[in-house]
């Protein structure tokens, strides 16, 4: 049921994707209004219906307001999070109530494009894009808007356009990419992923065994590189050469990468 943009890391860009995994992700989707299923989305069985002709559109636009910016997400009970040592939905399959506790997440945009009633089956369905936080469920997004209306709600559609800077317009699907592997350069990709910064010639070499430099910001400038969200550092040949954290007046490396390697080594896919 869920397609869309999956990244891929391939040799040495597989130490990137730690830093992709945080990033926000978009997602265009259908919300269906009036049933609720195990799953909370379309290949789950349905649990409970309830007729929407009494749901206004306003209300719906009132319940998607509500559930955007900075809120508080139960997951899905099917889940890959896991309880003591085992995933959820593993313990929903063997018959286990799974109950988990709620966790902060961000919804950045939460857009309703086109709202359609079907009065035979008394449903209403939602086409919406979603930009959130990384560890946000569309699909518990869906069952707390039908909840929130009194009429509950599933996921019957789910496709993730982008990936942090990774789009589905750069993205190749698996047929593609058996008949030729199309990959994106490891300095590309992380040009497009973190903050840059230019090396001069001495610069590169320093870093390049692993020593110090001067800082890239100010000391206590908001632009000032972090370990966990570090500058990437290229020689004047445009390579990647390191990850740079700021620190104070100087600038460490959190990783090295071979000066002056060109080779393809990081790509992104359209899962299904």
Do not use: W
Request: aromatic fraction near 4%; proline fraction near 4%.
């Amino acid at each position: 049921m869920a397609t869309g943009v999956l990244v891929v890391g391939i040799n040495k860009a597989t130490r990137l994707l730690t830093y992709i995994v945080g990033t926000s992700k978009t997602y265009t989707a259908t919300i269906r209004l009036g049933q609720s299923t195990v799953t909370d989305d379309a290949e789950g069985d349905v649990i409970a219906t309830a007729g929407t002709s009494g749901v206004s559109e306003q209300a719906m636009y009132g319940g998607v307001a509500a559930l955007t910016g900075d809120i508080q997400q139960v997951p899905s009970s099917v889940s890959a999070i896991k309880v003591n040592g085992e995933r959820a939905y593993a313990r929903v399959r063997s018959g286990e109530d799974v109950k988990l506790a709620a966790r902060p997440v961000t919804i950045h945009r939460f857009e309703v494009h086109a709202i359609r009633r079907d009065p035979e089956a008394d449903v209403v369905d939602l086409d919406v894009t979603v930009e959130c936080s990384s560890g946000t469920y569309i699909r518990a997004l869906a069952r707390d808007l039908g909840n929130a209306l009194g009429v509950g709600g599933h996921l019957t559609a789910l496709r993730r356009t982008h990936v942090g800077p990774y789009s589905l317009d750069q993205a190749r699907t698996l047929d593609q990419l058996a008949e030729e592997l199309n990959v994106l350069e490891m300095s590309q990709a992380a040009r497009a992923l973190m903050p840059n910064r230019e090396l001069s010639a001495e610069e590169t070499t320093e870093i390049s065994f692993g020593r110090r430099i001067a800082a890239g910001a100010a000391p206590g400038s908001p632009d000032a590189a972090t370990a966990d969200h570090p500058a990437a550092a290229f020689a004047p040949d445009g390579s990647l050469v390191a990850l740079l954290a700021d620190a104070g007046s100087f600038a460490k490396p959190v990783l090295v990468f071979a000066p002056g390697n060109g080779a393809p080594s990081a790509g992104h896919t359209a899962e299904g």
